[in-house]
């Protein structure tokens, strides 16, 4: 009887996660492939999967993989796919890390998934002394301004979705362009601060 109804919750919870895996995750698991270097059929391997369901699960279709699938692919790009699942929290984790939520900031790096820009920011580990961003001095995120979660890696919040960094790009700007520009002041910046 407990058996049966473990096995009931279990696969109800799967499917659950499934049919609630937000658009944005998918993007943010092409986002953190890129990032790394992997390329889709490396990942698709590694996972026990197809090149070609991993490229449609990127493109917004996480119903494509299986969710053993997408747990391989969370683990190994680093990705916490328990923020998928727990609308809570632990409270112990909580607040660790920051970001700086400047867009303009050099520590944010944009990317451009299907026309769209996203910018990934790079996360701060947080102490109570260090509460603004070395780079350009704004003022560190702590959570995410919309839901109040925990700061993960990643270009939108794992629990709702929102963007953790807000573009606005001057009407009329070329979002590839634009990236193209930002991403080259990085690497300048990244070759005057580096030993
Ligand atoms: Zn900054
Ligand atoms: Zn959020």
Redesign the pocket.
Known sequence: MERTLNTEHWTLDTENIMAHLPTEFCKQVAAARRAQGITQSALAKSAGCKQSAVSMFESGHPEKLSMEAVEKIAKILNIPLEAQKHKELPAASCSKKGY?P?SA????IPYIINCDLFIWPKLIGLTDELKY?S????VLERSCPQCGGQVTEGACCGICGHPRVMTALPPGTDPTEWVTERRNEIQQWRRLTDK
Request: aromatic share 0%; hydrophobic share 20%.
């Open positions: 700086c400047n900031c050099l520590s944010n961003c780079i350009c001095g704004e």
